[in-house]
């Protein structure tokens, strides 16, 4: 990598390095797509449109993390990176505009399920190349890489069976049952193969950067829950603002807080102290693999599902032919709204047992809650399922916040302390050339 002829089209990360504004502006485009991924089941809430959602999302994180991953490798921002970012980010575009005909073509236009595929071959493509080219000249690294190639193109073949199978198949159970195998053997292969394989190809270069990735495509869903907590088809246009309304968005509000203090207090700061200690590159990418790219995909999908309660519960509290406080949740519904945020507290437990060896129980506690009040959410008023969700997420932020103690406050004094000499150490460069 150090000839001429590759330095003007790549250059290589360095460990101090932190997210550039152009991988942000790349990460927009995903703000669509994890939009999108709620219409998936949002129009016909059943558990197979649910699987589906599941399905399409951890294909999205899959092309999102290897996006991610090459951006720790090399600058995103120099050379030919932004030619392939920008490409990555047209081709994630439309496999998001595709995404609700992913599963079945709808009337007119392009054929739905194909142009998904395409797209997704299209995104893991670009991120192939970076590192192909990246493993020239390096014979163990280039033989990985081939066998690594292979994988997103098998991936899409099965994809692609599972659009034109099941039309040969007579009976729509056993068609959808088909489709959705068909669609797992795809992800378990990019998730099980692409790791074992990858094993040892692949290092952390910046421990700064992948943390600050993955905090941010957090921070990103926590987001979605907002925007999808206040637009609705008729809100914003036609319905009244009204004390039920006030109160609702206030609950919603809340919850979306404690769920970010729940990970940005402490946890997202003790998680990249730990990959930072971690000096073994095996044991740094390890720790990488499990408590970001594996667990950082539960904890977007819970606040994703969260999300996808609050969808439109705005304006049914509105709607003047609803009750007062809005119509009972029901079974699904609660499942969808605690148990998003019961998959997200959870996650978060995991990271912290995985990175920290410390068992963070009050999150654990507040699940248990949180199941034992699903059966009384289910049947009241969309806002009194609401204020219970937010009456047990605001007792963990207490519980939480006065049972660490000592440690919430060594975690936050050392990443306070590193900031200011970041801060200090470009302060002092600015003085000395610019």
Known sequence: MGSPQWSRGVRLGAPGSRTTRLELFYDLV??????????????????????RCLL???????????????????????????????????????????MPGAFNDRPGGLNGPLVFVGCYLLVRACQLAVFGLLARGEAARWRQWRRLAVLPVVAAALLVASALLPNRISGDGAATALQ?????????????????????????????HWAERHA????????ESIIALGVGPKFVTGLPLTWPVVIAAVLGIAVASVLWWAYFDTLALALEQALHRSRDPAHRARLARDAYTYLHLPIVAGV?????????????????????????????????LYGGVSLYLLSLVACGLRALR?????????????????????????????????????????????????????VRQLALA???????EQSRWRREHL
Not at 75 to 93: C, K, M, N
Not at 216 to 222: E, P, T
């Open 304 to 336: 994703i599902f969260f999300a996808l309660g609050l969808k439109d519960l705005l304006t049914e509290v509105a709607d003047p032919d609803n009750p007062d406080w809005g119509v009972p949740l029901g079974g699904y519904w609660v499942l969808v």
């Open 56 to 98: 399409v999302l951890g294909l999205l994180w899959w092309c999102w993390t290897g996006f991610a991953g090459v951006g720790n490798v090399v600058r995103a921002d120099q050379g030919l990176l932004p030619v392939v970012g920008f490409v990555t980010i047209a081709a994630t575009f439309l496999l998001a505009l595709s």
């Open 358 to 410: 410390v068992l963070r129980w009050p999150p654990v506690l507040a699940v248990l809650a949180l199941a034992a009040l699903a059966p009384v959410g289910a049947r009241v008023s969309e806002v009194g399922a609401l204020a219970l969700l937010a009456l047990v997420c605001v007792a963990l932020v207490v519980v939480e916040t006065r049972g660490q103690g000592r440690r919430r406050h060594r």
């Open 216 to 223: 941010l495509m957090v921070l990103i869903a926590l987001g």
């Open 180 to 208: 959705l195998t068909l669609w797992t053997a795809a992800l378990l292969l990019e998730y099980a193969a692409g790791v074992r394989l990858g094993g040892t190809y692949w290092v952390v270069v910046s421990a700064g």
């Open 418 to 424: 590193e900031q200011e000499a970041a801060e200090a």
């Open 30 to 51: 995903f703000v669509f797509a994890f939009f999108n991924v709620t219409a998936l089941t949002s129009q016909q809430p059943t558990g197979t449109n649910l699987l």
